[in-house]
């Protein structure tokens, strides 16, 4: 494919060395001159930042894979007497952690069933052949899948149905030019789509659980899975509703004569689908008991008179169930077995205990603090101007770095200047987690702009293109939505 072969790609791997490199390097050489000058920090604060220099720079640079940096704290904070042993762990085993480990196996089962196949070749079947219907039909049955399973398995899920329709279109009878441009956009419109679809539930994407693990360490209070969707959702179809039009009427317009013979392959997918198998009807009955335990939450708790249930729970409940549940007893087939956890993102949950062990570091020694109050003295305003600039720092950054990596090192601060100013976390923070989901310029950015670039129908200036216009959509919907709550 074109990804792997163009001079371009090439390019950027020699790049990527290059700054790996220097981030091999430059880490432990910003940890050395911290340490040696103290640069008029009390010594706790110096030794945790060093620290944090040290993290930062081997994330921003991905000198090894994030996760591996997140382990940092394990040795150096005990060793430093930053935290003592059991302290720096703590962090490891947060219930957020597990929150995360209890819907992934929850999106196992699904992938595993193929539920998501369904709900993309149904929703595709109900739009409609039209070029802007395919458009729309695939927008959102990839947010829909993508509020459930990640972003990356969505994408790589629905590229090869993407791919497949482009091919039809080239034999459509569209012209050269109008099939070029609906293959442009229906790539875009998979990456971004996956992108915001995560947005809307609590586990729809590692940023929104790095920010309901902060939520819980700074203020002692967790953000339920209603309340999330109250947010999300919204935001989302916002979102959502912003990029089509944007793509399809001003960036990417493409015509209204059906694509044909694409009703004819969407049936014969759904035919080989066949009728729901006992284990797919079992796996939707366990997700929609979690998700309704996720809902109701507070109100069940509230019917037991106590609080016994918690988001982590109703999770974990759910993951074991698909452990539990038979597919055929007789011959010992469950929903789920061990083995297909071998898919399961591992590293995301040490990189989970490493950024809240570096929050715990941060705000034990009062860097925290210091940096928010520095950050709010030279704020012009303490509404709409502070978070526009915050949303932009968000979204920008992303693009050159792992989003978890940028919400791991920005909510504290974040944290910190909701508290100096004395205005509503949520007004800040939200937003810049949500920000942090909605990089679209770059094939770096997200798994999802990677792998449909991987497709060799895009072109890099093609991506930044659209990709700018909609950071800029993006910007104007969160900033709005944060200046709403913050009001």
Request: net charge neutral; glycine share 8%; proline share 5%.
């Amino acid at each position: 494919m074109a990804f792997f072969i163009s001079p371009w790609f090439h390019t950027y791997i020699r790049t990527v060395q290059k700054h790996r490199f220097l981030g091999l390097l430059g880490g432990p050489i910003g940890f050395t001159l911290i340490l040696t000058f103290g640069f008029g920090l009390e010594e706790q604060q110096s030794k945790m930042l060093a620290i944090a220099v040290w993290m930062i720079i081997w994330w921003v640079l991905e000198v090894f894979p994030i996760y591996i940096t997140a382990m940092i704290p394990m040795v150096l904070f005990p060793t430093l007497g930053i935290m003592p042993l059991k302290d720096t762990f703590a962090p490891y085993a947060s219930p957020i952690v597990f929150l995360f480990f209890g819907g992934f196996l929850i999106a196992l089962a699904l992938e595993k069933h193929h539920v998501h196949k369904r709900i993309a070749y149904g929703l595709l079947r109900l739009t409609g052949t039209k070029p802007a219907n395919v458009i729309l039909g695939t927008m959102l049955a990839t947010a829909l899948i993508a509020m459930w399973i990640s972003n990356t398995a969505t994408a790589v899920m629905m590229l090869p149905i993407g791919i497949s329709i482009t091919r039809l279109v080239s034999a459509s009878g569209l012209t050269e030019k109008e099939s070029s441009r609906f293959s442009i956009l229906l790539m875009l419109t998979i990456a971004f789509s996956a992108n915001i679809g995560g947005i809307m539930t609590l586990i729809g994407t590692p940023p929104n659980l790095v920010f309901a693990a902060y939520q819980l360490e700074f203020t002692g209070t967790e953000i339920s899975f209603a309340s999330w969707l109250g947010y999300g959702v919204p935001l989302g179809i916002t979102l959502l509703a912003g990029a089509y039009l944007t793509m399809v009427k001003v960036l990417f317009p493409v015509g209204s004569k059906p694509i044909h013979g694409l009703a004819g392959m969407l049936e014969e997918k759904w035919k080989a689908l066949g009728s729901p198998s006992l284990a797919e009807r079992l796996v939707i009955a366990v997700f929609g008991i979690t998700v309704f335990g996720w809902i109701f939450l507070s109100q069940i708790n509230e019917l037991i008179g106590e609080k016994v249930l918690s988001n982590t729970t109703v999770a974990m409940a759910g993951g074991l169930l698909m452990f539990m549940v038979p597919e055929q007893l007789s011959k010992g087939k469950f929903l789920l077995h061990w083995k297909d956890t071998k898919n399961l993102p591992w590293g995301i949950i040490i990189l989970f205990g490493g950024g809240l062990a570096l929050a715990a570091g941060l705000d034990q020694v009062g860097l925290i603090d210091l940096i928010a109050k520095v950050i709010v003295s030279q704020s012009p305003s303490n509404g709409i101007m502070l978070i526009i600039p915050l949303v932009l720092l968000s979204i920008f950054l992303t693009e050159i770095m792992s989003n978890v990596a940028l919400v791991t090192v920005l909510l504290p601060v974040v944290f910190g200047i909701a508290e100096q100013l004395e205005v509503p976390v949520l007004a800040l923070a939200l937003p810049v987690t949500f920000a942090a989901s909605c990089a679209f310029m770059m094939p770096i950015s997200t798994p999802p702009n990677a792998i449909v670039y991987s497709s060799g129908l895009l072109r890099v200036d093609q991506m930044v293109k659209a990709g700018f216009w909609l950071n800029v959509i993006a910007t104007l919907f969160i900033s709005l939505f944060g200046w709403l709550l913050l009001v």
